[in-house]
């Protein structure tokens, strides 16, 4: 018989099937047409379960899309029991025209698989579903009890799971969570991350007369909603990028000298990072770091911005409308429904004369820090350290997984963040990727935890 780790150097190709079979359903959980595809890939995801041999499989039916569930308990009640979390919905694809291949139709160039949700997150969660396969497939004990939760909603702030796990609190307790839905610091450069940015969304409308109007005949004599907003929008921030809402930072937890040094010691190379994005310099809050701002400090961003004529050629008309999408990250200790109210109140009170403002809030999520002190992470740096032969880094991130800060809430568990991908991968862009060597050390670290998670569980 041979070890997981063997077992899953001999069935790469054998996972690399699977995993695309999941790859090729659009599973887009934003897209109410989507949403058989959404189904089909839970009921996909619910087979691989079932048939790396662990109990209870269940799809759970919720308001949104289907929670997918499995567990094997079999390693005693004296043993850790670690809840692994992914999701199995993706981002919409588009623009479809910049991709090289079409987003479901699971491609490998250069040793990297493309499709969408390749890196975010169906073949980051597919290695923790390896992983076990590799222990029970051989008959080696699992030295934890594992329960899996598989999502179908992450990517739109996972509305059904927050009540799930508040009504399963039981069925779903836990020692601690795993989730790699995370990037490595940089190539070949392992990481585990203990810090998440929280998100608030909102949308705004500005309306002003009630026709689009000739910009000629009423030029000068009305307000723009175009302007309007563009003015508003400007007010935001002022010219060193710190946010001008008040209020804003009260609750920003500030980083200690100690913290900042961390970041002063993580590998970072500013001019390669401007030379990914072909810019001339970083902008930011002053006073801050690139990797402080990108994720130890909160940030403000028009997502999106319409409203007047987008059409070939010139057409002088005044609009009557204007819409913008506006969001924030958000730091430990902020929350997003203040800082929704608090935006919400400036923008009413910088509104300028003759337009009218509608403001709502899209779905958000609580930001994140994991105690550094935590078993379990030992046992993740020791796992990479073993299997990409280089001492883990620990790092913040700026993106966002909401339900972690619930894990935390609702079921008292920290989250080990374990992210195979990179941030070049671009998750939610066009050409979405993962490594295949990401894949492949992905699952093998994830059964190197396991191993090791024995003699830590001790020491702690
Ligand atoms: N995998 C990402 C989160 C992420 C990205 C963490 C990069 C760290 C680095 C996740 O799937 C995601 O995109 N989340 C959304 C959440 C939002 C829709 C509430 C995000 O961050 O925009
Ligand atoms: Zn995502």
């Known amino acids: 018989m041979s070890t997981p780790l063997e077992y899953l150097q001999n069935h790469q190709e054998t996972f690399r099937e699977e995993l695309f079979e999941l790859l090729r359903i659009p599973s887009i959980s934003a897209d109410p047409n989507h949403k058989k595809d959404v189904h089909r890939a839970a009921q996909y995801v619910a087979g691989q379960l079932e048939q790396i041999g662990l109990n209870n499989v269940s799809v759970e039916e919720t308001d949104g899309h289907p929670i997918v569930l499995g567990e094997y308990l079999e390693a005693g009640p004296d043993k850790p029991t670690l809840l692994i979390y992914g999701h199995y919905d993706v981002q919409p694809p588009d623009p479809l025209e910049k991709w090289e291949t079409p987003p479901f139709e699971p491609t490998v160039r250069d040793g990297k698989i493309y499709a969408r949700g390749a890196s975010d997150d169906k073949g980051q969660a597919f290695t923790h579903i390896k992983s076990i396969e590799s222990f ?30 508040a009504a399963n609190k039981e069925r779903l307790k836990c020692d601690m969570v795993l989730v790699s839905d995370t990037a490595m610091f940089a190539k070949d450069t392992p990481s585990i991350t203990y810090g998440l940015r929280g998100l608030m969304y909102l949308e705004i409308e500005v309306t002003g007369p009630n026709r689009d109007l000739h910009s000629g005949v009423y030029g000068g004599g009305v307000q723009n909603p175009a302007n309007a907003l563009c003015e508003m929008i400007a007010k935001l921030k002022d010219e060193d ?5 008040p209020g804003f930072y009260d609750r920003v937890r500030p980083l200690s000298d100690k913290e900042r040094e961390a970041y002063a010691q993580l590998p970072f190379d500013q001019e390669a990072y401007n030379r990914e994005l072909d810019i001339e310099e970083a902008f930011g809050e002053k006073g801050y770091s690139t990797l402080e701002r990108v994720s130890g400090r909160p940030s403000l961003d028009v997502n999106g911005i319409w409203g007047g004529y987008q059409g070939e050629g010139a057409k002088t008309v005044l609009p009557s409308r204007a819409n913008a999408k506006v969001s924030a990250r958000l730091v430990p200790d902020q929350e997003p429904k203040e800082i929704y109210r608090l935006i919400e109140n400036y923008l009413h009170e910088i509104k300028p004369p003759g ?3 509608k403001i709502f809030e899209h779905h958000g999520g609580h930001p994140v820090l994991v105690d550094l002190d935590f078993y379990g992470l030992r046992a993740a740096a020791a796992a990479f350290r073993d299997i990409y032969g280089k001492e883990a880094l620990f790092a913040r991130e700026g993106g966002s997984i909401p339900i972690v800060a619930d894990f935390a809430k609702t079921l008292n568990a920290t989250t080990i963040l374990m992210g195979f991908g990179l941030n070049s991968d671009s998750i939610h862009s066009p050409n979405e990727h993962f490594h295949l060597k990401d894949f492949e050390r992905g699952m093998k670290t ?3 935890f396991f191993e090791l998670l024995g003699d830590h569980v001790e020491q702690a």
Request: no cysteine; hydrophobic share 45%; charged share 20%.
């Open 136 to 165: 029970l497939k051989t008959g080696t004990d699992l030295p934890a009890n594992v329960k899996f939760i598989i999502e179908g909603e992450e990517e739109i702030g996972s509305p059904s799971l927050v009540p799930f796990l």
């Open 241 to 245: 990028g710190v946010v001008q809402v």
């Open 355 to 357: 337009v009218q403002i």
């Open 446 to 448: 994830s059964a190197r």
